[in-house]
């Protein structure tokens, strides 16, 4: 096994049942404020993807200015749409400084809910060493975010 | 272009006091060979990445091996392709 992409399919039927709140309010959960999400970074030995259903500290990369758990990713945009196509895309890039480690895949999660899964998102194995690492978002619009719904 | 351009502010640091933070401490600039190159495109990322080459004298058994290295990688699109999208090789 190896590190996969995809929406997780736990996060699909989540959404079902009002679990996520991307948004600034919730007239389901009665929050106004949108849910905390983080982005973790795996080794390529970890097998991340669209059956893992929650956060995991297994196979997840170590290293100086790392914290186990990653790194929080800036909201202020809200979820919207276009056509037939909701979406939704961090604002801001996430990123670490002067790390050391190797990774090929990142897992968007929900902290505020029990570190539910919602996505991961893989590329080729990129070393760091002693370096920065810098995962920049797509374009927040249907066809390219992070997260689309069609 | 690219999340290079659009975070370069760590290059810009590194000028204003010339010392680079690597494996061996932090080393002045003028020792580093410096190269950026674009390592990935497909149609899901763009994959850059920065390598610094110790060739200074200071630690003759490092010279010309990798020091530090950034990478950047910017995310095209967040969706995994459909099989039908996926390129053939």
Same mark, same amino acid.
């Given at each position: 096994m190896a590190? @996969? !992409?995809?929406?997780?399919? @736990?996060f699909k039927v989540e959404l079902m049942v009002a679990d996520h709140n991307f948004g600034v309010s919730s007239a389901t959960r009665g929050s106004t404020a949108a849910d905390t999400f983080k982005m973790a970074l795996y080794q390529t030995t970890a097998t991340i993807g669209p059956s893992t259903t929650v956060y995991t500290a297994s196979g997840e990369v170590s290293s100086a200015n790392y914290t186990a758990g990653g790194a929080t990713v800036t909201n202020a945009t809200v979820p919207t749409s276009s056509g037939t196509t909701a979406y939704w895309t961090p604002s801001a890039s996430v990123s670490w400084t002067t790390v050391?480690?190797?990774t090929?895949? !990142?897992?968007?999660?929900?902290? @505020?809910?029990?570190?539910?899964a919602?996505?991961?998102?893989?590329f080729s194995s990129q070393t760091v060493t002693a370096g920065?690492?810098?995962l920049t978002m797509p374009v927040n619009a249907a066809g390219t975010a992070l997260i689309q719904i069609a | 272009m690219n999340g290079l351009t659009a975070t370069g502010g760590v290059m810009g640091s590194e000028v204003v006091d010339s010392y680079v933070t690597t494996t061996l401490g932090n080393i002045r600039q003028a020792d580093l060979r410096i190269t950026v190159e674009q390592k990935e495109e497909n149609v899901n990322v763009w994959v850059w990445v920065r390598e610094c080459f110790y060739i200074g004298t200071e630690f003759p058994e490092a010279v010309e091996t990798i020091v530090r290295r950034d990478v950047w990688v910017t995310m095209k699109t967040g969706q995994a392709p459909t099989q039908a999208e996926v390129p053939k090789t």
């Open positions: 590190n @996969s !992409a995809g929406l997780c399919t @736990s050391t480690f190797t090929d895949c !990142a897992l968007l999660y929900n902290s @505020s809910r029990s570190n539910k919602v996505g991961s998102y893989t920065n690492f810098t | -």
